[in-house]
């Protein structure tokens, strides 16, 4: 492995995770607030990026263009958010159903599989021109501030009484509930804000990246799982929710620069998914065998306590 060109790689891997990160926390919101798997991330991380290109190529403003392909991820959150609460459709089945209609709307807003953008401007663009500075550079300024606009954004809202509704729908439903809660409500605004967030980030890649997809979002859930895993196995689960907010992007960076050292070694972009596939399968497996290995010295200790 040339080291030279690993280091070279290191800052793209670093804008990637950052921007990917933002799929990451929508996907947080869903798989650990409200305990649910959510399948509609892959349609509406393409959605996101399809909205922005379309905006930019009409000559939309890029900030303008992020914030309505956000509203088209709520749009499609709630879509399922519809299915899963009042059609009382499963929770992963609603997402799949969503996912599939996606497609055809993604193709009807683009008009096609894909759009460039590499002649209007962008965010990046923008950015770059102003500072001065390489598009890496610019993708991590930009990144950086939205993660931490999001993340303080997040933090805020959990900590409300609405925020910490869906929090504790998540945790106990039936508690919730019996406390007058209505816990289709808050499934619905999880649904919501999940899917909006990963919009944004399909946003932000199409920008990032220079054009539009329509399978851009192709496998976008089991990125954000490898992303909030790897974040809890490096950092750990027992902190502050500020604290563990942040590991989800620390994950997201970290499963980034994996994936750039595996390339550098000579693994083909055709194994990725399956590279992806046995990191997320390892992330979840070291914890349970750690968790296991703790028991076993736990219960020898006490074997050893009782014998004295």
């Given at each position: 492995?040339?080291?030279?060109?690993?280091?070279?790689?290191?800052?793209?891997?670093?804008?990637q995770?950052?921007?990917?990160?933002v799929?990451?926390?929508?996907v947080?919101?869903?798989?650990?607030?409200?305990?649910?798997?959510?399948?509609?991330?892959?349609?509406s991380?393409?959605?996101g990026g399809?909205?922005?290109?379309?905006?930019?190529?009409?000559g939309?403003?890029?900030?303008?263009?992020?914030?309505?392909?956000?509203?088209?991820?709520?749009?499609?959150?709630?879509?399922?958010?519809?299915?899963?609460?009042?059609?009382?459709i499963?929770?992963?089945?609603?997402?799949?159903l969503t996912?599939?209609g996606l497609?055809?709307?993604?193709?009807?807003i683009m008009?096609?599989?894909?759009?460039?953008l590499?002649?209007v401007?962008?965010?990046f663009?923008?950015?770059?021109?102003?500072?001065?500075?390489?598009?890496?550079?610019?993708?991590i300024?930009?990144?950086?501030?939205?993660?931490?606009?999001?993340?303080?954004a997040?933090?805020?809202?959990?900590?409300?009484?609405?925020?910490?509704?869906?929090r504790?729908?998540?945790?106990?439903?039936h508690?919730?509930?019996?406390?007058?809660?209505n816990?289709k409500?808050?499934?619905?605004?999880?649904?919501?804000m999940a899917?909006?967030?990963?919009?944004?980030?399909?946003?932000?890649?199409?920008?990032?990246?220079g054009?539009?997809?329509?399978?851009?979002g192709?496998?976008?859930i089991?990125?954000?799982?490898?992303?909030?895993i790897?974040?809890?196995?490096?950092?750990?689960?027992?902190?502050?929710?500020?604290?563990?907010?942040?590991?989800?992007?620390?994950?997201?960076?970290?499963y980034?620069v994996?994936?750039?050292?595996?390339?550098?070694?000579?693994?083909?972009?055709?194994?990725?998914?399956?590279?992806?596939?046995?990191?997320?399968?390892?992330?979840?497996?070291?914890?349970?065998?750690?968790?296991?290995?703790?028991?076993?010295?736990?219960?020898?200790?006490?074997?050893?306590?009782?014998?004295?």
């Amino acid at each position: 492995m040339n080291l030279t060109s690993l280091f070279a790689s290191l800052p793209g891997a670093l804008s990637q995770g950052i921007l990917w990160g933002v799929m990451a926390l929508g996907v947080y919101t869903t798989y650990r607030i409200l305990n649910i798997s959510d399948l509609t991330v892959d349609g509406s991380f393409a959605t996101g990026g399809c909205v922005a290109a379309v905006c930019l190529v009409n000559g939309i403003n890029p900030i303008l263009s992020l914030l309505i392909a956000m509203i088209a991820g709520v749009a499609a959150g709630a879509i399922t958010g519809f299915l899963h609460t009042r059609c009382e459709i499963p929770a992963i089945l609603a997402g799949i159903l969503t996912q599939l209609g996606l497609y055809s709307i993604n193709l009807r807003i683009m008009g096609r599989s894909n759009t460039p953008l590499l002649k209007v401007d962008t965010l990046f663009s923008q950015v770059k021109d102003i500072l001065s500075v390489s598009s890496q550079t610019a993708s991590i300024l930009v990144g950086a501030l939205i993660i931490v606009l999001i993340v303080a954004a997040m933090y805020w809202f959990y900590g409300t009484e609405i925020g910490s509704a869906i929090r504790a729908t998540g945790n106990n439903e039936h508690m919730v509930e019996s406390l007058g809660v209505n816990t289709k409500t808050t499934k619905m605004l999880g649904f919501m804000m999940a899917n909006g967030l990963v919009a944004l980030s399909g946003a932000l890649i199409a920008q990032s990246q220079g054009y539009a997809d329509i399978k851009q979002g192709t496998g976008a859930i089991v990125i954000g799982l490898a992303s909030i895993i790897i974040g809890e196995v490096v950092c750990g689960k027992r902190r502050n929710f500020m604290i563990r907010l942040s590991t989800i992007v620390v994950g997201s960076i970290l499963y980034r620069v994996v994936v750039s050292v595996v390339l550098q070694l000579g693994l083909s972009t055709d194994d990725l998914k399956l590279l992806t596939a046995v990191l997320v399968a390892l992330a979840l497996t070291a914890p349970v065998i750690l968790e296991k290995r703790a028991q076993k010295k736990r219960y020898l200790a006490n074997i050893e306590g009782e014998g004295e």
